[in-house]
């Protein structure tokens, strides 16, 4: 989730996480051999990202995680990637791993662990005006790299030893249930969400857990990148296509309709006809790949379902949140569209 942004000439703050910037850079420049110039950071869920230029290789980003990274899940992470990088279904960019002088793809220290990939230039497709629209060609784009990207990941098998993060939707009943427990306790006295809001949000989620979840354990399962939301995909110069993904670390064996129903759910943001939009996310996906009719009948649902997560975790971290506005735009633009759903009922296919 690493914006492009124009000006780089100096870092926003000097810490990445746990460790110092500085310090991150001193291990990039020893273990990988790059001259770090122009150092930038962002934010992110989990990880830091330190954007950077080195004169040979141009723009790169090192990803700083915490040390209780645990090998497991770091060597999931990468071999999700090494998946997709590789594969002849994905024909957009990717970000590739880039090993040590030693040939290690990643270096652990007492502090932190860090990674170094390819950046992908170009702007995002949340990047916009909230005023602008999406085009239907883009949208069809969006479906087909969805697709695309479930076909390239459905050949790796994702290790026990990773275990299940809190935007799998299939817990979303759980997950949003222990959000709404938490707002109801403290976000009306502190003005960051209503009793109107969160009584919406847990009709939608008993709805969910009644009618949708007895039949995902039937659903087609595969590995998913999982997180194809709107600030992980890059759109190329034009705006219509999709030119690169990010963000794999949400990768998951999972229902393979989720990934559709996470692209398509989130293309509906600050759209005037979001029925319309999710459309057009799934006949780009119908163009690579055909759901069965089981998958088409909860897709919907199952979007509703991923919104209201957004909504309810973003809204409840920024209770307790040192950056309460980087929480509280995470889920800025998703509550009128839950409010418009819950009101005309979800888009049908």
Same mark, same amino acid.
């Given at each position: 989730m690493?914006?492009?942004m124009? %000006?780089? !000439?100096i870092?926003s703050? /000097?810490?990445?996480?746990?460790a110092?910037?500085?310090?991150?850079?001193a291990?990039v420049? $020893?273990?990988?051999?790059?001259?770090?110039?122009s150092?930038?950071?962002?934010k &992110?869920e989990?990880d830091?990202?330190?954007?950077?230029y080195d004169p040979d290789? &141009?723009?790169?980003?090192a990803?700083v995680?915490t040390?209780?990274?645990s090998?497991?899940?770091?060597?999931?992470q990468?071999?999700?990637?090494?998946a997709?990088?590789?594969?002849s279904e994905?024909n957009?960019?990717?970000?590739?791993?880039?090993?040590?002088l030693?040939g290690r793809?990643h270096v652990?220290? +007492?502090r932190?662990?860090? $990674?170094?990939?390819?950046?992908? !230039?170009g702007?995002l497709?949340?990047?916009?005006?909230?005023?602008?629209?999406?085009?239907t060609?883009?949208?069809?784009?969006l479906?087909e790299a969805s697709a695309?990207l /479930?076909?390239a990941?459905?050949?790796?098998?994702?290790?026990?030893?990773v275990?299940q *993060?809190?935007?799998?939707l *299939?817990?979303?009943?759980?997950?949003?249930?222990?959000s709404?427990?938490?707002?109801?306790?403290r976000?009306? /006295? #502190?003005?960051i969400a209503?009793v109107?809001?969160?009584?919406i949000v847990r009709?939608i +989620?008993?709805r969910?857990r009644? /009618?949708?979840?007895p039949r995902m #354990?039937?659903?087609?399962w595969t590995v998913?990148h *999982?997180?194809l939301?709107d600030g992980n995909?890059v759109l190329?110069?034009?705006?219509t296509?999709? +030119? &690169?993904?990010?963000d794999?670390n949400?990768a998951?064996f999972a229902?393979r309709?989720?990934?559709l129903?996470? !692209?398509?759910?989130?293309?509906?943001?600050?759209q005037?006809?979001?029925?319309?939009a999710?459309? =057009?996310?799934?006949? &780009?996906?119908r163009?690579i790949?055909?759901p069965?009719?089981?998958?088409?009948?909860v897709v919907g649902?199952? =979007?509703?379902?991923?919104?209201c997560?957004?909504w309810a975790?973003? #809204?409840?971290?920024?209770?307790? %949140?040192e950056d309460?506005?980087?929480?509280?735009?995470?889920?800025k633009?998703t509550?009128p569209l839950?409010d *418009?759903?819950?009101g005309?009922?979800v888009?049908?296919?």
């Amino acid at each position: 989730m690493v914006p492009e942004m124009a %000006s780089d !000439s100096i870092l926003s703050s /000097t810490t990445a996480g746990n460790a110092d910037v500085a310090e991150v850079v001193a291990v990039v420049e $020893r273990e990988y051999g790059f001259c770090v110039r122009s150092p930038k950071l962002y934010k &992110g869920e989990y990880d830091t990202n330190i954007r950077f230029y080195d004169p040979d290789r &141009g723009l790169l980003l090192a990803k700083v995680s915490t040390v209780d990274l645990s090998e497991e899940v770091i060597r999931w992470q990468e071999t999700v990637l090494d998946a997709a990088a590789v594969s002849s279904e994905v024909n957009f960019a990717t970000p590739i791993i880039l090993p040590t002088l030693d040939g290690r793809k990643h270096v652990r220290t +007492a502090r932190f662990l860090v $990674r170094v990939v390819t950046w992908i !230039s170009g702007r995002l497709m949340n990047d916009r005006s909230e005023s602008s629209r999406f085009n239907t060609e883009l949208l069809m784009s969006l479906g087909e790299a969805s697709a695309r990207l /479930t076909r390239a990941l459905r050949a790796v098998t994702m290790p026990q030893a990773v275990r299940q *993060h809190e935007w799998m939707l *299939h817990r979303g009943p759980e997950i949003v249930g222990e959000s709404l427990t938490v707002l109801e306790a403290r976000a009306v /006295t #502190q003005g960051i969400a209503d009793v109107g809001q969160i009584e919406i949000v847990r009709e939608i +989620a008993d709805r969910f857990r009644t /009618t949708v979840l007895p039949r995902m #354990q039937g659903l087609p399962w595969t590995v998913i990148h *999982h997180d194809l939301h709107d600030g992980n995909v890059v759109l190329n110069d034009e705006g219509t296509s999709v +030119a &690169g993904v990010i963000d794999f670390n949400d990768a998951v064996f999972a229902p393979r309709i989720s990934d559709l129903a996470i !692209s398509a759910g989130y293309a509906m943001l600050r759209q005037d006809a979001p029925e319309r939009a999710f459309g =057009a996310v799934v006949d &780009g996906y119908r163009s690579i790949t055909e759901p069965t009719s089981e998958e088409l009948e909860v897709v919907g649902e199952m =979007a509703l379902m991923r919104l209201c997560m957004n909504w309810a975790q973003w #809204q409840s971290r920024a209770l307790d %949140s040192e950056d309460n506005e980087y929480a509280l735009m995470r889920s800025k633009f998703t509550w009128p569209l839950i409010d *418009h759903l819950a009101g005309v009922g979800v888009p049908q296919v």
